[in-house]
């Protein structure tokens, strides 16, 4: 495929072929190398990364920085989370519950469940997270102007130089203090992890829960076999998360050396876009990818990743999704689109896939 600065690189779409490629230390993540397979407003810089900033690093660098964060997402650690994440969940359906018949459910479900976890995980203030949250926006939607993005730019790293400023200051018991703690890290260094964890532990998991709950409500026979069986809430997760496979631009890898792939030669310095919404339809990895089947096993598929940068929060996310369908679900049996579904806005403008609003209603 040729790349939009005139690079001529490759699409990865096979899941075999994909893994591969995530789990091959001679594919790299550097941003210096990095090429965009679409045309952005501000193109990719062609400059090393930030320190700190991990997913544009290779090891040893990125493993560095992994490694100061897998403490945090241990399975005992998020079972101390379950907890809290069930009494978030709960209060925002009871919100729901007292505003009407009728709601926007990214708006008063989606957003502010993981919006909640990730403030109160990080130490950020909830009240301060608004404007962070809208520049991220700015940043991920491709039709954003040259001036929007570096407007948004300026403002999100003001916000997050003032969070880890103060966490070093006044620390609490939560993640960016412990980081912030650490004499190693500079504040350059925890402003890019501060930055990723914020943004990418809302964005995404939002993203999927009104995808998700999209994707349910659309395919009634799916929705009452979950409702029916509550065992089935696991691979409902696992098999949305297939099926949906919100990161739908990338990632993308630059060869380091000559690799033979699938039959073909990729050659040094090369790039390689990813399909994994390709990959986790690959009919030769799950037969009748195109059906939405909750009763499927959807082990193995590539939605967080996979290899040295395979999401860190993959777990919470797991457990954030679980809890809010199910009880959503269970608080209003008998909500639906307010909207034909062919109506609802979806967000093809943003690098991570899912609707701009979701009307529903209920009873």
């Known amino acids: 495929m040729t790349f939009p600065d005139g690079h001529v690189g490759w699409l990865v779409t096979s899941h075999a072929a994909a893994r591969s490629v995530l ?13 965009s397979p679409i045309s952005l407003p501000v193109p990719e810089p062609r400059a090393p990364a930030d320190p700190g900033n991990f997913i544009r690093l290779d090891p040893p660098e990125q493993t560095r920085y992994r490694r100061l964060l897998t403490s945090q997402f241990t399975a005992r650690r998020l079972r101390q989370l379950e907890p809290r994440i069930t009494e978030i969940v709960d209060t925002q359906l009871a919100a729901m519950a007292g505003s009407g018949t009728h709601a ?32 991220v926006a700015t940043l991920l939607n491709m039709t954003s102007s040259v001036e929007a ?148 096993n959807a082990a193995g598929h590539l939605a967080f990743g996979h290899g040295a940068h395979q999401c860190l929060g993959a777990q919470l996310a797991r457990m954030e999704m679980r809890i809010a369908y199910t009880r959503l679900f269970a608080r209003f049996p008998n909500l639906r689109l307010a909207v034909p579904a062919e109506e609802v806005e979806v967000a093809a403008d943003m690098t991570i896939y899912g609707v701009h609003r979701l009307p529903v209603r209920w009873d």
């Open 23 to 35: 789990a091959d230390s001679r594919f790299s993540s550097r941003q210096e190398l990095l090429r």
């Open 104 to 135: 926007d459910l990214l708006r008063v479900f989606a957003l502010p469940i993981p919006s909640q976890v990730i403030c109160e995980l990080l130490g950020v203030p909830y009240a301060a997270r608004e404007q962070f949250q809208c520049d």
């Open 149 to 296: 993005i570096v407007a948004a730019h300026r403002s999100a790293d003001r916000f997050v130089e003032e969070l880890v400023l103060d966490k070093r200051a006044r620390p609490a018991d939560d993640l960016l203090s412990s980081l912030a703690a650490l004499p190693e890290l500079t504040v350059q260094e925890l402003k890019s992890m501060a930055f990723l964890l914020f943004s990418a532990g809302y964005e995404t998991t939002a993203n999927m829960l009104a995808l998700g709950t999209f994707a349910l409500l659309a395919a009634p026979d799916q929705l009452a076999a979950f409702t029916a069986d509550g065992t089935l809430a696991d691979a409902a997760v696992e098999e949305l998360l297939r099926y949906l496979t919100i990161i739908h631009i990338g990632p993308v890898r630059t060869a380091l050396e000559d690799v033979d792939l699938d039959g073909v030669t990729i050659r040094r310095g090369e790039s390689v876009t990813l399909s994994l919404s390709a990959a986790n339809r690959d009919p030769a990895k799950f037969p009748g990818p195109d059906t939405f089947d909750i009763g499927r």
